[in-house]
Nanobody, 124 residues
Framework: QVQLVESGGGLVQAGDSLRLSCAAS????????VGWFRQAAGKERNFVAA????????DYADSVKGRFTISRDNAKNTVFLQMNSLKPEDTAVYYC?????????????????WGQGTQVTVSS
């Protein structure tokens, strides 16, 4: 089972950009689809973006379309989330998750591999 570690979070102002990274170890990374989720304080964890094993499929939550871009580098076992034009409502802990099937990412309770999360705070 792959292990995941997120990094790149921080405190930024509205309109700024951040790039999150999700580094994987302990498995053949190219066999996993990867998704980003976020959880704001007191709220449930929500889907943000997903990318298939060889980047053929990418999906985004409506709230981030046009602002966030998910990508991956299988040679470096890393998935990225480029976040532009950040808004205060993007403030949350961001988690990456890995699954053998792309479709599993739409059922987060079925996802076995999660990172520990990285905090993103956007001030107005």
């Amino acid at each position: 089972q792959v292990q995941l570690v997120e990094s790149g979070g921080g405190l930024v102002q509205a309109g700024d950009s951040l790039r999150l990274s999700c580094a994987a170890s302990g498995g053949t990374f190219s066999t996993y689809a990867v998704g980003w989720f976020r959880q704001a304080a007191g709220k449930e964890r929500n889907f943000v973006a997903a990318i298939s094993r060889y980047s053929g499929n990418r999906d985004y939550a409506d709230s981030v379309k046009g602002r966030f871009t998910i990508s991956r580098d299988n040679a470096k076992n890393t998935v990225f989330l480029q976040m532009n034009s950040l808004k205060p409502e993007d403030t949350a802990v961001y988690y990456c998750a890995a699954a053998r099937l792309y479709s599993t990412l739409w059922r987060p309770t079925d996802v076995a591999s999660w990172g520990q999360g990285t905090q993103v705070t956007v001030s107005s």
